[in-house]
């Protein structure tokens, strides 16, 4: 799979290629902040297969949580672009970048413990209180 996205105002770009390790929705409280209140849609790629083509991000990590991910987003729009989890060797991409949201195919909801009366799991779809048992 190849994406190629980025943010709002056009100033950081990425491309991304590999084999999606993850496709799903979030409802973590987490995503929730950062996707305005919705569950946060996303594709985890292999992080040797991405790279920012314009544009270089600032990133932001909690200080007060023990193993915090880093967000990337653009300097000028602030769009959150990427989502970096320790010792995960991928980048997490918010749909909402792609050049083509139509790539997104959902395998699965997590964190739907977090989940709130107005967020939408497909009938069917496979969902997780936390994430999938390995």
Same mark, same amino acid.
């Given at each position: &799979? ?5 943010? *709002?105002? #056009?100033?950081?770009? $990425? ?7 993850? =496709?799903? @929705?979030?409802?973590? %409280?987490?995503?929730? *902040?950062?996707?305005?209140? =919705? ?5 985890? &790629? ?5 790279? $920012?083509?314009?544009? @270089?991000?600032? @990133?932001? /990590? %909690?200080?007060?949580?023990?193993? =915090?991910? /880093? ?6 729009? #602030? /769009? ?16 909402? /970048? ?12 997590? $964190?739907?413990?977090? %989940? @709130? =009366?107005?967020?939408?799991? +497909?009938?069917? &779809? ?5 994430? +999938? #048992?390995?």
């Amino acid at each position: &799979m190849k994406v190629e996205g980025g943010c *709002y105002c #056009g100033k950081v770009r $990425y491309v991304a290629e590999g084999d999606p390790m993850m =496709a799903a @929705q979030c409802h973590c %409280r987490e995503c929730q *902040y950062i996707s305005g209140g =919705a569950p946060n849609m996303f594709v985890a &790629m292999p992080v040797d297969g991405f790279k $920012y083509t314009a544009g @270089q991000p600032k @990133q932001f /990590t %909690r200080s007060d949580l023990e193993r =915090a991910v /880093t967000r990337e987003f653009c300097p000028e729009c #602030g /769009t959150h672009l990427v989502t970096k989890v320790p010792g995960l060797a991928a980048v997490v991409l918010k749909v909402g /970048t792609f050049d083509d949201p139509g790539l997104f195919n959902p395998q699965m909801a997590i $964190y739907t413990i977090d %989940r @709130q =009366a107005f967020h939408h799991v +497909p009938e069917g &779809m496979p969902s997780f209180e936390r994430l +999938p #048992g390995r």
